[in-house]
DNA sequence: TAATTCTTGAGAGTAGCTATCAGTCAAGTA
DNA sequence: TACTTGACTGATAGCTACTCTCAAGAATTA
């Protein structure tokens, strides 16, 4: 068992937004010790995981509990979020060429100042000449 | 010369953002036609650029302004500029990690849920218990 | 001339935190 | 025994970055 505070550390997420989370319905039956104090299970840090997963891929608070409440349902809901996993499963991927297509940027942009740098030069007050192609 | 419309379809954010964000000094001289309609530039296109590329590593919108301004200022403000850009590309091999580790779970959940479906299994109305590892 | 389309700025509304605060409880210390 | 410290609680206020609605004004089309 774990409380708020230790599941913050493990999770790396800020007991703030666990309580809020918590709040919004996201944890499904935590228990509560005699001082009403939350007791996380190994169980419930499955849900923290999974909502943490679906929060960073930016799914909104209301789709999660959307989720979480089929979840809770039982097997017939399976194939709406076998659904929902998959498109998520999509959306990551595009971050993931997004995320990569901005990191070239940086290399670029990078490199650049270290040339720059490198051989005392100037870049003319125009920061943005240092991108060739105008469109992302 | 291109309108916000015409920005906003090419590097695919919305126009309110880019009023949003030119309100923000994130744009520093956008020209503006007789009527007082935006005109970006090709030059101006690069701004949008860089500042969709700061977003999309999540630098908050001061900070980025922070860093347009250096821009402005001129050759004294590269080193600054180049531990910005720095700093920025190892938060986004960080979360480049993150994403990974999390498409990770998602790959695990679609293929768990495709064997419950092919097989007509229940997840007994545990859907956490998909998840081995308890902390992420 | 009238209707439509586009852009503008102002301002209201929203999501998702994030921080503050007073209150409760338990354990440790004087 | 009284006092302090520290962890947790919910309520509530505040914040960021949009996101949406709106009325006004100019240009285009019927």
Redesign the pocket.
């Known amino acids: 068992m774990y ?4 599941v913050a550390k493990l999770m790396d997420v ?4 666990l ?3 918590a709040k919004s319905g996201l944890f499904p039956g935590v228990k ?1 010790d ?5 007791q996380f299970s190994e169980h419930d840090l499955g849900w923290v995981k999974i909502v943490k997963c679906l ?1 960073s891929v930016g799914t ?3 789709s999660i509990k959307r989720y979480i409440d089929l979840c809770l349902i039982g097997d017939s809901t399976i194939p709406e979020r076998f659904g929902i996993i998959k498109a998520t499963r999509i959306k990551a991927l595009q971050q993931m060429e997004e995320l990569k297509k901005q990191l070239e940027l940086l290399d670029y942009k990078e490199s650049y100042y270290e040339e720059l740098i490198k051989n005392n030069k100037s870049d003319k007050y125009n920061p943005a000449n240092d991108i060739k192609e105008a469109v992302s």
């Not at 409380?3 to 230790?6: L, R, S």
């Not at 800020?14 to 937004?17: A, G, I, L, N, R």
């Open positions: 409380t708020i505070k230790e800020s007991e703030h937004t309580r809020f989370w509560r005699a001082n009403n104090i939350r929060r909104d608070n209301k």
